[in-house]
């Protein structure tokens, strides 16, 4: 199907009827209930999660089939964003152009600081992506200002040219909208006690995501793919079989520099602003974060890690002390305010601490991601292996 | 005129004189054997040939061609393949894949964006790989991780890897090392056959003197980093400073 083989295509099937129902199982809680701020299932979360899993995939290219650790992507996230509000601000609020321009302009970008890093190789490559990260940072935020907007961020404003939109009526500031669906427009679905929310932003953002899922398995089957992974198996021996690994690795950091861009420029066509935080090192270490979580190097794993961080990001950190003394309301006073005591400086603004146990744990116990841990469950429950297995992820299909 | 031409090169690591004045001359079609004590200067001496090194002094020629000054990969697509002294393969990837990077390198150049197509819908190309596992029997192990083989079996897939690329000039460093006896007959076999069916210079570092009579039509014996004497198997055996080079070696 697609050209994919079997393995493949129902690999994509799952992750796009996930991405369908994403509505439904992100919300198993009813409205009300105790439960129910574990629901992630409001359309701000769920557009999250699949940008930050674009923003993944596209770096799990890079660093998951050529090995060079890139710190400096969120960088051309960054970029991607400034490009779709300029087009917002200059052309329509029409997303598509914005998007592409977004595109386009991280991929120029990613060309240029790719060309000066990849002269060197490991931590020096590491280094040159995070300075010139943290110039792009420093940059947006003072020196462009005009452009970036500076400490502000870059944002929309009435009398904004947009040659390509029919002057506005009324005095409300246009939101991003593709050909009339406004990206922040819901319907919502109520069964029983339980609320559903189908947001227009989150399908467009997911259709965006499928298409780059789909992309990433073409990339990783085809013989680009395989000589990326040649590259981090043996780049000595890729150069004596005649091969030149450099604009192999130089595609691989503006295929994915792209990708950080489509992310960016979906972010801002959700939320059309734009600040220089997005280009923070702290946000390059989280892509990082995302991908050694999911799984380096496989398929569906930097996508899990996405969503299993910003999940942790937006609902543990809404967890406060009230909430914990009602959980454990059960237990004896003295021994309640204990244990809230202890799990609290884990919650709230401490989800960072929660955050840097589960990466260890994953580190050390599931060196493969959460897909690793996906395969060590099937094989307790002695299913077939699954798709998504990295082992055979590398291996050729049966003839 | 030789195919290959080495005059006059130089090549010193800091006080030590690892290539001193080497002139070397490999016909076309031929196979040329070089020999020598340990740390004679052969390896050095071909990671001069690919371009990992480059001579302090002296030129080096391929087919009428400087390599000096080109990447290891240029020089690869001139028509030069080499196995090196410690197998060097693709470790993370299948055998097969393995197989099939030399034939991409050989049919598309030192760069091809191929983003989209699958590997696997290359049929031309993994005939001609399936082929080149089934001459050195290895293709039982097509599926198998390269990492996970045996010193000897990662030995044959670079030999194959080379192979399949059908050099102009094919250099090996010590092929046959920790190969069981069979296999090395094997090896000598299969190159003897790429030799008469092919249009190959072979270029062959080796301690196992019972490959080098059966291969060589030439021998170079080299001794710090000095060419002693070059001939003919027949001649290069009895002479009495190879019996020299090698004894003062053991001594
Ligand atoms: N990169 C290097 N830097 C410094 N010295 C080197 C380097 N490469 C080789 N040498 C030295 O040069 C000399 C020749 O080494 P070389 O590897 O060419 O010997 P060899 O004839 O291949 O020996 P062997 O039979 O053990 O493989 C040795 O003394 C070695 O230590
Ligand atoms: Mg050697």
């Excluded at chain 1, 995939?57 to 710190?71: E, V």
């Excluded at chain 1, 280009?279 to 979580?293: P, R």
């Excluded at chain 1, 996906?374 to 077939?384: D, E, H, M």
Aim: glycine share 10%.
């Amino acid at each position: 199907m697609f050209g994919l083989d079997k393995k493949d295509a129902s690999l994509l099937l799952i992750v796009a009827v996930l991405v369908a129902f994403a509505p439904f199982f992100l919300n198993p809680f009813p409205e009300g209930s105790a439960m129910a701020q574990f629901n992630a299932g409001y359309p701000d979360l769920m557009q999250r999660f699949v940008i930050f899993g674009i923003f993944a995939i596209g770096f799990n290219i890079l660093f998951g089939l050529t090995g060079y650790l890139s710190f400096g992507h969120a960088a051309f996230l960054g970029v991607g964003s400034y490009a779709a509000v300029w087009m917002f601000k200059l052309l329509s609020m029409n997303v598509i152009p914005a998007i592409i321009l977004a595109v386009i302009v991280a991929g120029i970008f990613a060309l240029i600081i790719g060309y000066v890093s990849l002269r060197r190789s490991g931590i020096y490559f590491s280094i040159l992506t995070l300075a010139f990260a943290q110039m792009s940072f420093a940059l947006a935020y003072s020196v462009l200002t005009p452009i970036t907007g500076g400490e502000t961020g870059l944002q929309l404003a009435l009398n904004d040219p947009r040659i390509l939109s029919a002057a506005t009526t009324g005095g409300n500031i246009p939101v991003p909208a593709l050909f009339g669906f406004e990206m922040r427009s819901s319907t919502q679905w109520a069964v029983g006690d339980w609320l559903f929310t189908f947001n227009v932003g989150y399908y467009f953002a997911a259709i965006i995501m499928l298409c780059s899922f789909y992309l990433s398995i073409r990339i990783f089957r085809s013989p680009f793919g395989m000589m990326l992974r040649a590259i981090k198996s043996n780049q000595q021996r890729l150069n004596y079989t005649g091969l030149n690994s450099r604009p192999y690795t130089l595609a691989a950091f503006v295929i994915s520099g792209m990708y950080a861009g489509l992310a960016g420029g979906l972010m801002a066509s959700m939320d059309p602003l734009a600040g220089a935080e997005r280009m923070f090192w702290t946000a390059s270490g989280e892509v990082v974060l995302m991908t050694i979580l999911g799984g380096v190097g496989t398929l569906i794993g930097p996508v899990l890690g996405a969503g299993l961080i910003k999940y942790m990001e937006n609902i543990i950190s809404k967890i406060n002390s009230d909430i914990l003394h009602t959980w454990f309301a059960f237990l004896p006073d003295g021994l309640e305010d204990v244990v809230v005591t202890l799990i609290y400086p884990f919650i709230g603004k401490g989800w960072h601490l929660t955050l840097g146990i589960v990466f260890m744990l994953v580190v050390i116990f599931l060196p493969g991601g959460l897909v690793e841990g996906g395969q060590r469950v099937s094989r307790l429950f002695g299913r077939k292996k699954k798709a998504h297995d990295p082992k055979n992820a590398t291996t050729e299909p049966a003839e | 005129m030789g195919i290959l031409e080495v005059k006059d090169v130089n090549k010193r690591f800091g006080g030590l004189q690892a290539l001193g004045n080497v002139n070397l001359s490999v016909a076309e079609n031929t196979c040329h054997a070089i020999i020598g004590p340990n740390g004679a200067g052969k390896s050095t001496l071909l990671n001069c040939l690919v371009g990992k090194l480059i001579p302090d002094t002296g030129s080096v020629m391929f087919d009428g061609q400087s390599v000096l000054g080109r990447t290891p990969f240029e020089i690869n697509q001139m028509g030069i393949s080499r196995v090196f002294q410690t197998p060097e393969i693709f470790g993370d990837l299948t055998v097969m894949e393995n197989m099939l990077i030399p034939c991409f390198a050989k049919r598309d150049g030192s760069f091809a964006l191929h983003g989209i197509r699958s590997v696997f819908s290359e049929t031309g190309l993994r005939e001609q790989a399936e082929q080149m596992l089934e001459e050195v029997n290895m293709l039982d192990k097509r599926h198998m991780h390269a990492a996970s083989m045996s010193r000897g079996d990662k030995r044959r897939l670079e030999m194959a890897m080379c192979l399949v690329q059908k050099p102009k000039l094919l250099l090996l460093d010590e092929p046959t090392a920790g190969m069981a006896r069979a296999d090395t007959n094997n090896t000598i076999d299969l190159l003897k056959e790429i030799k008469e069916k092919r249009n190959i210079t072979i270029a062959i570092i080796e301690h196992d003197m019972h490959v080098v009579f059966s291969l060589a039509e030439r021998i170079t014996v080299l001794a710090q980093g000095t060419p002693l004497v070059e001939d003919t198997p027949e001649n290069i055996k009895g002479h009495p400073k190879v019996k020299e080079a090698y004894l003062g070696e053991a001594a």
